[in-house]
């Protein structure tokens, strides 16, 4: 059994930093992505980061802006999203998610629809 578990998250002031780390346990068969997902109360999910197995590459949403970096450690079997220069628009429960393998794989990594294994979820909590 797949299971995720995020740790990480707080209460911060604005332009300050926060490092989540997701780990993830039961995962031998994998998928293209790995990611990171954000709910805010009254808004829908949207995806933050993913990163590729298969070649590494990462994605990030449009309000990253150069402000989040997302890595990997296979060895660990972890995620990790760094928030730099929060926002608090940022403020939302932060979820990581991964995928199973398929026969095929959408280029649209911030559709929630595309991972079958979720987290719990962190809160991120941030002030002006």
């Known amino acids: 059994q797949v299971q995720l578990v995020e740790s990480g998250g707080g209460s911060v002031q604005a332009g300050g930093s926060l490092r989540l780390s997701c780990a993830v346990s039961?995962?031998?068969?994998?998928?293209?992505?790995m990611g990171w997902f954000r709910q805010a109360p009254g808004k829908e999910r949207e995806g933050v980061a993913a990163?590729?197995?298969?070649?590494?590459?990462?994605y990030y949403g449009d309000f990253v802006k150069g402000r989040f970096t997302i890595s990997q450690d296979n060895a660990k079997n972890t995620m990790d999203l760094q928030m730099n220069s929060l926002k608090p628009e940022d403020t939302a429960m932060y979820l990581c998610?991964?995928?199973?393998?398929?026969?095929?794989?959408?280029?649209?990594?911030?559709?929630?629809?595309?991972?079958?294994?979720w987290g719990q979820g962190t809160q991120v909590t941030v002030s002006s």
């Open positions: 998610a991964v995928q199973v393998p398929r026969a095929v794989y959408s280029d649209e990594w911030s559709d929630s629809r595309q991972y079958d294994y």
């Open positions: 039961g995962y031998k068969y994998r998928g293209k992505y």
């Open positions: 990163v590729s197995h298969f070649d590494g590459s990462t």
